[in-house]
């Protein structure tokens, strides 16, 4: 095997601590009973894809999303049950991700959206003060703006043409194994974190 230069990494689950469980409540409390069935770890409905590749904006989502489960309450009740799922991140994820820089090529590969990119990214700013957390890689790549997301292969290709990365010396980390899967399609080592594994066990 060649010598891995590059590291790409997911967030959720990864970097930042998320609940899925905490907006399905979150969505229940507000009146919706199958948020399940929209949006998940494993799937995401036809408006979710839409949402997290920017092919809809967030006023269109939060209209199409009161339309097709009926609910009857305003964007912000929206927004605040959406962004129930994003916890914290763990400093020691945080101090390993910092000691990468000098050894590694790092990047970020994300499926989310806006509503979400702006909650994390003001969270993370709150939890650690000074370096914004995209300043932690050579590129942030978020679904919601390269208009491509996981575990599709050709968003794993666009990210290797606009990064010019050798796929066969990269490394990529995420928490779902399909999207591993589509990181494997392309010619990456794929590292999938199960059963409470987290970044510190990789030895890396």
Same mark, same amino acid.
């Given at each position: 095997?060649?010598?891995?230069?590059?590291?790409?990494?997911?967030?959720?689950?990864? =970097?930042?601590?998320?609940?899925?469980?905490?907006?399905?409540?979150?969505?229940?409390?507000?009146?919706?009973?199958? /948020? !399940? &069935? #929209?949006?998940? &770890? @494993?799937?995401?409905?036809?408006? /979710?894809?839409? $949402?997290?590749?920017?092919?809809?904006?967030? &006023?269109?989502?939060?209209? #199409?999303?009161?339309?097709?489960?009926?609910?009857?309450?305003?964007?912000?009740?929206?927004?605040?049950?959406?962004?129930?799922?994003?916890?914290?991140?763990?400093?020691?994820?945080?101090?390993?991700?910092?000691?990468?820089?000098?050894? @590694?090529?790092?990047? $970020?590969?994300?499926?989310?959206?806006?509503?979400?990119?702006?909650?994390?990214?003001?969270?993370?700013?709150?939890?650690?003060?000074?370096?914004?957390?995209? $300043?932690?890689?050579?590129?942030? #790549? #978020?679904? !919601?703006? =390269? *208009?491509?997301?996981?575990? @599709?292969?050709?968003?794993?290709?666009?990210?290797?043409?606009?990064?010019?990365?050798?796929?066969?010396?990269?490394? /990529?980390?995420?928490?779902?194994?399909?999207?591993?899967?589509?990181?494997? &399609?392309?010619?990456?080592? *794929?590292?999938?974190?199960?059963?409470?594994?987290?970044?510190?066990? $990789?030895?890396?």
């Amino acid at each position: 095997m060649e010598k891995i230069e590059t590291i790409i990494l997911d967030l959720g689950g990864v =970097l930042l601590n998320i609940s899925f469980e905490a907006t399905e409540k979150a969505f229940e409390s507000i009146g919706l009973t199958n /948020f !399940h &069935q #929209y949006f998940s &770890q @494993y799937k995401a409905s036809p408006l /979710f894809e839409q $949402l997290e590749t920017g092919v809809v904006s967030e &006023q269109e989502f939060f209209t #199409y999303f009161r339309k097709e489960t009926g609910l009857d309450v305003d964007d912000e009740t929206i927004t605040t049950a959406w962004n129930a799922m994003l916890l914290d991140f763990p400093p020691e994820r945080i101090e390993w991700l910092r000691s990468l820089e000098n050894r @590694y090529r790092v990047f $970020l590969f994300s499926n989310t959206n806006s509503i979400h990119h702006e909650a994390f990214q003001l969270k993370f700013s709150a939890e650690f003060p000074g370096k914004p957390f995209d $300043l932690h890689f050579e590129k942030a #790549y #978020y679904s !919601h703006l =390269l *208009g491509k997301r996981k575990p @599709y292969v050709d968003a794993f290709e666009a990210l290797i043409r606009d990064a010019n990365i050798n796929p066969a010396t990269a490394i /990529f980390i995420d928490d779902t194994k399909t999207n591993i899967e589509g990181a494997q &399609q392309v010619g990456m080592k *794929g590292i999938f974190l199960t059963n409470g594994e987290t970044v510190l066990d $990789l030895g890396i």
